[in-house]
């Protein structure tokens, strides 16, 4: 009797901890969805972490770089176009998130490794590569 109940806590358990998982990763999506529908940098400024960095074809930027560039550079007319998202948490505080973005000459793939600091997430890194 006692292997069941044992075994019946711990699937009790696992489905619990694969639903936070599930409601993690659904939350960091509607993140990433709002900050790519951003209108300018201030919109996304409290998603970056103080020692955000990121990398694109053009080089690598710290947090100040970044937002000043996302202001100089507007978005693309339109809706935000985002899909196949992936997201692996590698700790209850830590996840990376893979995604496709934009389309025509905006086509590019997404990386951002989230952090929860204060029980916040935000971005500490974003990486984006041409679809080409």
């Known amino acids: 009797m006692k292997p069941l109940i044992i075994s019946g806590i711990g699937t009790a358990l696992l489905l619990a901890a694969s639903l936070t998982v599930a409601d993690e990763a659904a939350d960091l999506i509607a993140m990433d969805k709002a900050w790519g529908e951003?209108?300018?940098a201030a919109?996304?400024?409290s998603m970056l972490a103080s020692d955000f960095v990121g990398v694109s074809g053009d080089g690598m930027a710290d947090r100040a770089a970044f937002l000043?560039?996302?202001d100089a550079n507007p978005p693309p007319d339109g809706p935000y176009i985002a899909g196949?998202?992936?997201v692996?948490?590698?700790?209850?505080d830590t996840a990376v998130m893979v995604h496709t973005?934009?389309?025509g000459d905006d086509a590019h793939y997404s990386l951002h490794v989230w952090q929860k600091h204060k029980g916040?997430?935000?971005v500490a890194a974003t990486a984006s590569v041409d679809m080409d």
């Open 68 to 70: 000043a560039d996302m």
């Open 84 to 86: 196949d998202y992936r």
């Open 38 to 40: 951003a209108e300018n």
């Open 101 to 103: 973005a934009g389309e």
């Open 88 to 92: 692996h948490m590698l700790d209850a």
């Open 43 to 45: 919109a996304v400024e």
């Open 120 to 122: 916040k997430w935000q």
